[in-house]
């Protein structure tokens, strides 16, 4: 979740805090990038960066990283459910250069240890349904980003429509250890790509 096209991202970040501190449910389905909840550092800033330039909007980039990054303490909270589903394609569109991707793969590995739900939908996989866009389910709120605004609703059935959204994609998803299987095929094709850019051999996965 980034920030509407006159803003600046910290605030935005700022507010996704606040919401995501008072609820115990939050969902999450992203297509392209990786869930900002689990974003590395370096990886929120090539995001954030991007956004900037694209939306022309102020270049807080150092706030807007520092507060994201303290936004995963929820990770953490027990009271908390939370769930992280991605496509294949989020691992796999270089929106950051490809050495930082590796580290990006490696913060998602390490998450297969928490409580947190994680999951993949796999390339090739049929479908349930079509979702057109990423989004978060944030406690009884839906939150939808477009390329230049957002989507903030807490209509009963805008939030039982993408919850069973959710639930459906969830059906055709991987998890455990058939997710660290794709995370590591990732990170070693992200490895080579970086390889080729600075002509050093690739290294292995791990």
Known sequence: ???PAS??????QNYSRQIESSVSIIRVFELIVVPGLVQIA????????SAAQFQQTPMDTDD??????ERQRALYDSAKSIELLICESALMYYVCPPEVMVAQIDRLQALLGLRVRFGIILLGTRLPT???NG????GDRVLIETVDTEINTET????????RLMDQLWTVAVEGDKARKILVRCAE??????????????????
């Open 156 to 163: 009963p059935a805008d939030l039982e429509t993408y919850n």
């Open 42 to 49: 370096e990886y929120a800033r090539h995001i954030f960066i």
């Open 1 to 3: 979740m980034e920030a």
């Open 7 to 12: 803003q600046g991202h910290a605030d935005r």
């Open 135 to 138: 989004f978060w389910i944030v």
């Open 64 to 69: 807007a990283v520092s507060i994201r990054i």
């Open 189 to 206: 094709a992200a490895s080579a790509a970086a390889a080729q850019m600075d002509g050093s051999p690739p290294q292995e996965g791990n």
């Open 130 to 132: 079509v979702p057109p």
